[in-house]
């Protein structure tokens, strides 16, 4: 099983700030890479697939990259409404989530 | 507008079984893959199993596989779970979510419901 670890656990940033989340995965899942944001008493919302491509109406201050066992989530800068819990995914081998990194206001 | 709703959640004992639907609306269910997806109470997420557009292809996590039964039932727009021998450890509130594309399945998912607690307890 391909194991996804998310980096830090907790991100503490004021709005306006840049936040940059990472996972790491334990094997190559090439771009088969997928995140996601969850609100308290929420789904999970779709971001972003294939490592770097933004999903619908999803704001361009939202960036995926890397490819192989790195990436990175980068949100430009923070809005109030951008709060949250982030998770990747992978779909290069099963599927598996990673256990998530929650973004708090400072 | 797409929608699914989840059903069928409650309190279950040890060993019991319970049965998941999901109602669909919004799209044309036959053409997508659709999955289960699980979250335990204060915890991460967990997928759970998947079924293609046209039910040919199932494939389950090895947490549950063997004692999950995963279905669809395009003429009903629905989607279910079929969960046996429940364990302890199966708590969670269980989301059905939507592939993104049609026909091919993408593994990723698009549309989720809202949920629906599964509580495993004597």
């Known amino acids: 099983e391909i194991v996804l670890t998310q980096s830090p656990g907790t991100l503490s940033l004021s709005p306006g700030e840049r936040a940059t989340l990472s996972c790491r995965a334990s094997?190559?899942?090439?771009?088969?890479l997928a995140w996601y944001q969850q609100k308290p008493g929420q789904p999970p919302r779709l971001l972003i697939y294939g490592a770097s491509s933004r999903a619908t109406g999803i704001p361009d201050r939202f960036t995926g990259s890397g490819s192989g066992t790195d990436f990175t989530l980068t949100i430009s800068r923070l809005e109030p409404e951008d709060f949250a819990v982030y998770y990747c995914?992978?779909?290069?081998?099963?599927?598996?989530f990673g256990g998530g990194t929650k973004v708090e206001i400072k | 507008e797409v929608q699914l709703v989840e059903s069928g959640g409650g309190l279950v004992q040890p060993g019991g079984s319970l049965r998941l639907s999901c109602a669909a609306s919004?799209?044309?269910?036959?053409?997508?893959?659709m999955n289960w997806v699980r979250q335990a109470p204060g915890k991460g997420l967990e997928w759970v199993s998947y079924i293609g557009s046209s039910g040919n292809t199932i494939y389950y996590a090895d947490s549950v596989k063997g004692r999950f039964t995963i279905s669809r039932d395009s003429a009903k727009n629905s989607l279910y779970l079929q969960m046996n021998s429940l364990r302890a450890e199966d708590t969670a509130v269980y989301y059905c979510?939507?592939?993104?594309?049609?026909?091919?399945?993408?593994?990723?998912?698009?549309?989720w419901g809202q949920g629906t607690l599964v509580t495993v307890s004597s």
């Open positions: 995914q992978q779909y290069g081998s099963s599927l598996t």
């Open positions: 919004g799209f044309t269910f036959s053409s997508y893959s």
């Open positions: 094997q190559s899942v090439s771009s088969y």
């Open positions: 979510a939507r592939d993104q594309r049609e026909w091919l399945g993408t593994y990723y998912f698009d549309y």
